[in-house]
Structures are given as structure tokens and as C-alpha cells.
């Protein structure tokens, strides 16, 4: 278990170095002179010199990357160019929004795939399970962003019922707070829903054949004691990691979410960063979003070599 | 040698599409769609850029079965033309994609050692980064168009390719054809290209249709942002992102784009399940492949 963690740890480090050179060369490999990308167009001269001397631009290439390097592993990602304010200051206001808009779409969607993904499972050929079929089909071809404006057409404008924009942070009004959420959370949750609902599916489907399901039946159990107790549990295992592996889903969906409902997540702030070019802002917030997402897929792989030791890769 | 013939599988595959109902389905949408997108400017009942403001937002009627929008253009020829940009970006993207990942898993696969990890870690890199963020830190760097949007589309859809041309040579490379073929003195090109690649084929095509639904997704969400087809270019995306800010006055608008755009996708997705039973009978009924978006 040691050894296998540590060579995943192991692998990380060659992924992370990459996406640092990557985005490290964002600003150099855009036409123009990186020192006027990052002080902005209107910067006097001495602010250029200023961005200069803080790139290392009279320095050569690997010696300004390793200095830029030491800079972030310190914490310090720059300063944005728009609002001149810490990079990590501006994640750290905009990271807790996102987070809550994630968590209702996770809850949501784990609402809507666990009752699908066990009827058409056990109940094949009912209505449940064609509908459950169609669901999946749809909400997987449904881009994001119409299902969204459909909401909206329909909680929002025809039955008005539901705030069609804004933000209202959760701990200071909850109720309200949860009307805005509402759309938001469907929009971005129901694509993640029709992809854990398959994959429930057809992890039940798997189990419901074993060996040991069959000795549960043998020995009189209900119907419903064998899927609840003996079956499920072990389908979750697969479909609970399935879960870390779709926050990137979850991060893509929230950058086209939030600029829909004009939410004042990380989302709709890095497609801002792009639209003004605000380049200090971009490239920390993408190292941010790789490394966490990184860090979220090594959790992933070891809690499932944790819960099912037969897995070794 | 013991490579199938590229003819048996094609057949193979009509075969199973035709058998299917989803597969008759989705291949009459395809060509209808691709039909109306080829012959848009005979067919689509007006010219999609031409503005005339007195007709602002009218309702769907006879006239303009699709309604207009806040120009007054024809919202049906706007729809129509939108196809050519859909379905180019994912002909076009998907095919950079292949060839761009596919040499690059044969290689992967077929030498190992350094070349392997090299290429594997790169894929890895990729893979890391969401895919919309990818597109877009691409579209940052290089200005939002269409073109550059179609080409990050390509790049994130190439290690799904690279990692399935490798995995296939991996199965192979050390089968007895392949080490007949080396011993007659094939160069490994020669090797690579008649007996690695022809039976790396089947899952190849299901993944080509697949990366064509995710390739028309993505270029409507880059476009929905502002970073992909630029007004008043008519895309569907972006026609969703104008149709939005009208919602309140124009319902017509915020539909009739996202329908079409739906019909293309499920369509795409519906033929990949029965290619995908076509090339893996254990496939079939209701399954599709578990965590190929990603």
C-alpha cells in the first residue's frame, strides 16, 4: 500500500512540472512583449521596467522560469493586472462560491442517479428504466448552457418562481441564498447525474450476477435485503470513486454556469481573466485548478486501492 | 498476414447500425443534418446576415418559422447555416485529433522505454487540466476564432487517441504476425502501419464519434463564451449566448438553437453505442461506455 501510494506521488510530480512550464510560457508565448501583457496597455515606462525586472526578462528563459517557480512554491502568484490585487487573494473570495454551487450540484445529482441507477438496474424493461435510459441520453447531449437558459424560460420567466441571476452567499441569508442556487445547481449537476447513473447501473448490473448474490438469494433473503445490503454496497465502491473523477466535469460545467447565471464564482472569473487578458490571473488560477484536480484524482485512486485491495496498477 | 481487412470491419459496423433502431435513427439525423449544412444557401429561406430592424424579434410565424432576432434576422436560416460551423469543427478537429494522437500511441506503444514515458506523461499533462479550461487557456493564447477554437478542440480530444492507439499496440506488438513480419526484415513503419494499425481500427472509429459529440459541445461553449466563432457569423453557441440576454422578450430565441445543437449531439452519441456493440458484442442493449467523456 506504501509502495503503490508513493509511486502515484511519484507520477504527479512530471504532470505538475509540465503544467508549470506550461503555464509559466502562457505570457512569453503570446505576440507581443510579456512585460506589456502583464503591466497592461496603458502602463507608464517605469511600470514597464518595474514588470521587467520582476519577470527577469534580461535574464535567459530557464533562469526567469526557475525564479518564477521559487516565487510560487512560495505562495506569491502575482498580482492581477485588471484589479492589482494578490492573485491568491482574488481564488480565496472567489473558491468558496464555487465550492457551494458545487456541493448542491453533487447533492443533486447523487439525489437524482441513486433511486435511477438502482430501479433500471433491478428492473429491467420497465418504464423506469426506459426513462432512466432516456434521461441519461439526454442530459448527456444537452449542452450545459441551453439546459440552463430552459430553466430559466421555465422557473424563471413563464412560471417566475425562481431568481434567474445573482448570488446571495449561504451563511448570510440560507433561504434566500438557496433560491438563487437552485437553477444554478440543476444546470450544472444534471449532465454529472446521467454519467453516475449509467455507471451505478451497470456496476449493479456486474454484482447482481456474482456468486455471493446468488448464495444471498439461496439462503431466503427478500429482494430487497439482497440489492440494499448485499449488492449495493458493493456497487458503490466503483461509483463513489467515480465521483472524485468528475470534478473536472464539475470545474469545466462551472466556468459556463456561472457565467450564465452570472455568478461571481472562479468559473465566471477565469472567463473574465481571458476576456480582458489578465494574464498573472489566468495563469495562477489554472496551476490553482490542475493541482487541485491533480490532488483530487491521487485521493481518488487511493481511496479505491484502499477499499478494493484486489486493485494494483 | 493477421490483420482484418479494413472491408470486413466497415461492413461489420453498417451491419450493426442498421440492426439497431437508435443507429437508423441517428444516421438519417446526421445526413439530414450534414445535407442542410452542405446546402445552406440554396436552401435556408433567407440571407442569415442580412439585418433589417422593423422585423425585431418577431414571434415564429409562417414567415420566419424560427422567429427572428434582435436585428431582425431570419432565426431558421441562422440555425441552418450554424451546422456548417458544428459540423466542420468536428470533422475538422476530430481529424487533427487522429492525426496527432494516434502516431503518437503507436510510437508510445511500439518502442517503449523513453519514448513511452515521455509521451505518456505528456498525455498525462493534457489529461490533467479540465477540457473546457484546456480550450480556453489554448483560445487565450492564440484570440478567439473559429479556427483556433477548432484546433483546441483537436488538442484536447487527442490523448483519448493516443491512449487507444497505444493500448491496441501494446496488445499486439508481441503477437506472432507482428514478430513474422519483423523477422522478413519490415521496417517498423511498414510494421506499424499494416499489422498494428489495421486492427487498432474498431475502437479508433468509436472513439471518433464519440470526440465528434464532445468536438461540437465544446465548440458551442467556447462559442457561448466569446471565444470561439465570432458574431455575426452564425453559430449556435453563440447564438444561445445573444438568445440569452433576450430571453424575457424572445422565448423562440433561446430554444431553436439548442435544439439543433441537442439533435447533433445525441445523434453522435447514439451511433458511438452502436458502433461500440458492432466492435464488442458483449455491448449490447442499453450500455455505453462508462467514463469515455471525461
Known amino acids: ?313 | 498476414m493477421g490483420a482484418p481487412s479494413s472491408r470486413s470491419l466497415l461492413r461489420n459496423l453498417v451491419r450493426e447500425v442498421r440492426r439497431s433502431r437508435l443507429g437508423i435513427f441517428s444516421v438519417t439525423v446526421l445526413l439530414g443534418l450534414t445535407l442542410l449544412a452542405v446546402a445552406a444557401p440554396w436552401i435556408a429561406p433567407h440571407d442569415p446576415l442580412v439585418q433589417s430592424l422593423p422585423d425585431q424579434f418577431m414571434a415564429p410565424s409562417i414567415r420566419h418559422p424560427f422567429g427572428t432576432d434582435e436585428f431582425g434576422r431570419d432565426l431558421l436560416s441562422r440555425v441552418i447555416h450554424g451546422g456548417r460551423i458544428s459540423l466542420s469543427t468536428a470533422v475538422v478537429a476530430v481529424s487533427l485529433a487522429v492525426a496527432g494522437g494516434v502516431p503518437l500511441g503507436l510510437a508510445a506503444g511500439y518502442f517503449g522505454r523513453l519514448t513511452d514515458s515521455v509521451i505518456v506523461r505528456f498525455l498525462d499533462f493534457l489529461l490533467a487540466i479540465p477540457a473546457i479550461l484546456l480550450a480556453m487557456a489554448i483560445v487565450a493564447v492564440l484570440g478567439a476564432s473559429s479556427v483556433n477554437a477548432m484546433f483546441a478542440v483537436a488538442v484536447v480530444a487527442v490523448p483519448a487517441f493516443a491512449r487507444l492507439a497505444r493500448a491496441s499496440t501494446l496488445a499486439q506488438k508481441n503477437k506472432e504476425y507482428v514478430e513474422a513480419a519483423r523477422c522478413i526484415g519490415c521496417t517498423d513503419f511498414y510494421i506499424l502501419r499494416r499489422t498494428i494499425l489495421p486492427n487498432a481500427w474498431g475502437p479508433l472509429i468509436v472513439q471518433m464519434t464519440v470526440a465528434a459529440a464532445m468536438a461540437v459541445l465544446l465548440e458551442a461553449a467556447l462559442s457561448f463564451l466569446g471565444l470561439g466563432t465570432r458574431p455575426p457569423d452564425p453559430s449556435w453557441g453563440q447564438m444561445l449566448s445573444s438568445g440569452r440576454s433576450h430571453l424575457a422578450r424572445a422565448w423562440w430565441y433561446g430554444l431553436f438553437p439548442g435544439i439543433a445543437l441537442t439533435l447533433l449531439v445525441i445523434s453522435l452519441n447514439f451511433l458511438a453505442d452502436s458502433l461500440q456493440a458492432a466492435i464488442d458484442p458483449r455491448f449490447r442493449g442499453h450500455q455505453s461506455a462508462e467514463g469515455r467523456g471525461r
Open chain 1, 1 to 313: 500500500m506504501r509502495r503503490y501510494i508513493l509511486s502515484r506521488v511519484m507520477q504527479l510530480i512530471p504532470v505538475l512540472l509540465l503544467t508549470s512550464v506550461a503555464v509559466f510560457m502562457l505570457i512569453r508565448l503570446i505576440p507581443g512583449d510579456p512585460a506589456h501583457i502583464i503591466a497592461g496597455a496603458e502602463a507608464t515606462p517605469e511600470q514597464l521596467e518595474a514588470a521587467r525586472s520582476q519577470l527577469g526578462l534580461d535574464q535567459p528563459l530557464p533562469v526567469q522560469y526557475v525564479i518564477w517557480l521559487g516565487r510560487v512554491l512560495r505562495g506569491d502568484l502575482g498580482k492581477s493586472v485588471i484589479s492589482d490585487l494578490p492573485v491568491t487573494t482574488i481564488i480565496a473570495q472567489k473558491l468558496p462560491v464555487t465550492v457551494e454551487l458545487t456541493i448542491a450540484a453533487l447533492l443533486f445529482s447523487l439525489m437524482l442517479a441513486t433511486p435511477l441507477g438502482i430501479l433500471s438496474a433491478v428492473r429491467p424493461g420497465s418504464w423506469v428504466a426506459s426513462g432512466t435510459f432516456w434521461w441519461n441520453a439526454l442530459a448527456m447531449a444537452v449542452p450545459t448552457f441551453w439546459l440552463g437558459i430552459l430553466l430559466m424560460l421555465f422557473f424563471g420567466l413563464q412560471l417566475k418562481v425562481l431568481p434567474t441571476s445573482g448570488y446571495v452567499p449561504f451563511f448570510s441569508d440560507p433561504l434566500k441564498a438557496l433560491r438563487f442556487l437552485v437553477l444554478p445547481a440543476l444546470t450544472l449537476g444534471a449532465h454529472v447525474s446521467a454519467v453516475l447513473a449509467r455507471f451505478l447501473r451497470s456496476a449493479l448490473l456486474d454484482t447482481l450476477h456474482q456468486d455471493y448474490v446468488r448464495t444471498a438469494r439461496a439462503k431466503g433473503l427478500v429482494e430487497r435485503q439482497v440489492v440494499l445490503g448485499h449488492v449495493l454496497k458493493n456497487a458503490l465502491i466503483p461509483v463513489v470513486t467515480m465521483l472524485g473523477l468528475q470534478f473536472g466535469a464539475f470545474m469545466g460545467g462551472a466556468v459556463i454556469t456561472e457565467a450564465l447565471f452570472d455568478y461571481p464564482g472562479m468559473g465566471r472569473m477565469m472567463l473574465q481573466a481571458i476576456l480582458t487578458r489578465d494574464y498573472t490571473l489566468i495563469q495562477g488560477t489554472i496551476l490553482f485548478v490542475v493541482s487541485a484536480f491533480v490532488l483530487i484524482n491521487l485521493v481518488t485512486d487511493i481511496v479505491y486501492a484502499f477499499l478494493d485491495p484486489r486493485i494494483r496498477y
